[in-house]
């Protein structure tokens, strides 16, 4: 087993609705699929960012929030 093999492994074990998906659906997601490491307060993406990407997270968490017209920080969603 390759290392895609075995994130994609692990992909379907956090994500079990993708385990029902299309054998053409896995493997887009397998080709498609890229691994990262975010060190802890790195910015991923930012207000007005395009997204082209789907992030699935298998460790860690992650702060969605946008900064008011005070300056202060509103935490939108965590995952």
Known sequence: ???GSIVFEKILKAF???QKAD???KELILKHTVIA???RGEFIFFEGDEC???ALILSGSVRV???GESGKEIT???L
């Open 1 to 3: 087993m390759d290392d």
């Open 16 to 18: 079990p609705f993708l």
């Open 23 to 25: 054998k053409e659906v």
């Open 37 to 39: 490491h975010i060190p």
């Open 52 to 54: 082209r990407q789907l």
């Open 65 to 67: 929030y946008k900064s």
């Open 76 to 78: 939108l969603y965590r």
